[in-house]
């Protein structure tokens, strides 16, 4: 009797624990994996027996003929969200319902992430997203690119340069890349000035390295009960960045603002802005004389535009929080995004030397030095860039949450209506759809040509989102596709990129990495070459 009241409970766990809750879409007449097939695909998450991004593509993949499908991670449920015009009415037409992002890390186990940018909610992320967008319009990027970006892409190559050689210097992309984007936004958000090439160990870059790196078994299991077992991870302490790190934010935050109003410093950096915002002097610069272009750049939204929003109650801590949410975007993302249009060049060298063609032609007409508006215009650069973007999408998805009820109507035969409640998921597979062949065909090639003038007209809308879609779309796209069209020009105007012993021909992607990386890095060659301007 004893071992049938235990077989019994094992059973009752086993169903209530692990059998109902992934059962959520199927009792919604939405289609998903089997329980037993759900559950493998979170084994393997946990473990690491595969690349995060190849469960993203599964859970696109895998019902190719619907608009929608349930998946989960873990037990939450997410609704993976297919269609491009769907995809529109939920992050554009009906924004007001999906405002938020997930949870990602609760505030009480990381209280400075709650109060940054991508982590805030409803009203006040609406006043920090006003607050904070005057600092990357088209005229601030080209401060940018005079005051900051120009000068630390010649320390890079100068960095690598040796006067009369010819001999092909041996580089980790992903640890240099990561090195300029340090220097960039350091100099260009906080005003601190490093060169992490010649200074390797220097404080800011240990400290980017130690916020941003999520390799490894433990790193990753630590992110997923926070995530997902915040009461847990609270009680063990468990947290994502350490007393070293956060310290070193406030400290550096703190100290700067002081010193600035002390001595009457102005730099026209994202510290500067903020101090601005306290005083209720922000506005959006409304410029037509500054060239703007790029397929992938997103026009700001009404709500990042309305200044009546920007006067703003900043703590020390609001500041710290921006600072960090920046630091950790352009240190790890850009660097990833600059190490995959690198991997795409040196392995398609025709590719290469059209673009290093359109270089020389940029440096011939302009006497040997580049503008911020020669820069503009490099049709092709833009045209590689973009479609690095669409291969390797640097994040391989999106979410949003839905603050209040919300039906999505039946459009196809054996749809139902679906009826989502407060603080159900949705998420949009960009590393899926971006890969789709109905969409792109031949996806896995590599071909610059799907965003020429011509072929533009081609692209589904909304099927390419790299930087996400509609009011929430990533607040630093043009800072991002700025420092790598600077970066690569200097780089082809000295080197021509080069496959040698150590590179991986195809990538293989990393198990150990939640996101997008290489398992053996991005070893590649800078190879000299003669320079006529």
Not at 26 to 54: A, C, F, H, Y
Not at 388 to 406: G, N, Q
Request: hydrophobic share 40%.
């Amino acid at each position: 009797m004893f071992l049938i009241l235990i077989l019994l409970a094992l059973c009752l766990f086993v169903y209530f624990a692990l059998i109902k809750p992934v059962q959520h879409w199927t009792r919604r007449g939405v289609v998903q994996l089997s329980v037993g097939r759900q559950w493998w695909e979170n084994v393997k998450m946990i473990m690491q027996l595969t690349p995060m991004s190849d469960i993203y593509r599964l859970m696109y993949d895998a019902f190719p003929d619907v608009r929608y499908a349930g998946v989960y991670l873990l037990t939450s449920p997410l609704l993976v969200i297919k269609d491009p015009e769907l995809i529109k009415q939920i992050t554009v037409k009906d924004f007001e319902y999906f405002v938020d992002h997930s949870r990602y890390l609760p505030d009480e186990s990381e209280p400075l992430w709650g109060k940054n940018l991508f982590a805030l909610k409803g009203e006040r992320w609406k006043e920090m997203r006003a607050t904070l967008s005057p600092a990357f319009t088209s005229s601030k990027m080209k401060t940018m690119f005079f005051q900051v970006l120009s000068n630390c892409s010649q320390r890079f190559v100068n960095h690598f340069r040796v006067e009369g050689s010819t001999d092909t210097v041996k580089v980790e992309l992903k640890d240099v890349f990561t090195r300029f984007t340090n220097d960039a936004i350091a100099s260009s958000s906080f005003g601190v000035e490093c060169d992490s090439l010649k200074e390797p160990d220097n404080e800011f870059y240990q400290i980017g390295q130690e916020a941003t790196t999520y390799r490894g078994f433990w790193k990753n299991l630590k992110v997923i009960i926070i995530s997902f077992l915040p009461k847990l991870a609270l009680f063990f302490g468990i947290r994502l960045f350490t007393n070293n790190v956060n310290a070193f934010f406030r400290n550096l935050v703190v100290t700067n603002i002081a010193v600035r109003e002390k001595d009457g410093i102005v730099r026209p950096d994202m510290i500067h802005l903020l101090m601005e915002a306290r005083k209720g002097r922000l506005k959006h610069e409304r410029s037509n004389d500054v060239i703007d272009s790029g397929y992938a750049v997103i026009e700001e939204s009404k709500i990042g535009k309305e200044e009546h929003r920007q006067k703003l109650n900043l703590s020390d801590d609001d500041v710290t929080a921006q600072a960090m949410v920046f630091f950790n975007a352009g240190f790890e993302s850009v660097a990833a995004f600059m190490c995959f249009i690198a991997y795409e060049l040196a392995v398609n060298p025709y590719i290469q030397e059209r673009l290093r063609e359109e270089v020389d032609n940029v440096l011939r007409e302009g006497n040997g030095t580049l503008t911020y508006e020669s820069l503009m215009q490099m049709e092709y650069m833009d045209m590689v860039l973009t479609e690095a973007l669409r291969k390797w999408p640097t994040p391989t998805s999106i979410d949003r949450k839905c603050v209040k009820p919300y039906t999505i109507p039946p459009k196809r035969e054996g749809e139902k209506p679906v009826h989502l409640k407060k603080g159900d998921m949705v998420i949009m597979v960009m590393y899926g759809m971006q890969l789709d062949e109905k969409y792109y065909p031949d996806p896995d090639r590599f071909d610059p040509e799907r965003f020429s003038k011509e072929n533009r007209k081609n692209i589904v809308p909304y099927t390419y989102v790299p930087f996400g879609v509609g009011p929430r779309s990533c607040i630093g796209n043009r800072l991002a596709l700025l420092e790598a069209k600077v970066l690569f020009f200097y780089i082809l105007r000295y080197f021509e990129i080069v496959v040698v012993k150590e590179s991986v021909v195809p990538i293989k992607i990393s198990r150990k990495i939640m996101k997008l990386n290489p398992e053996k890095g991005f070893w590649f060659g800078l190879k000299p070459r003669t320079v006529h301007y």
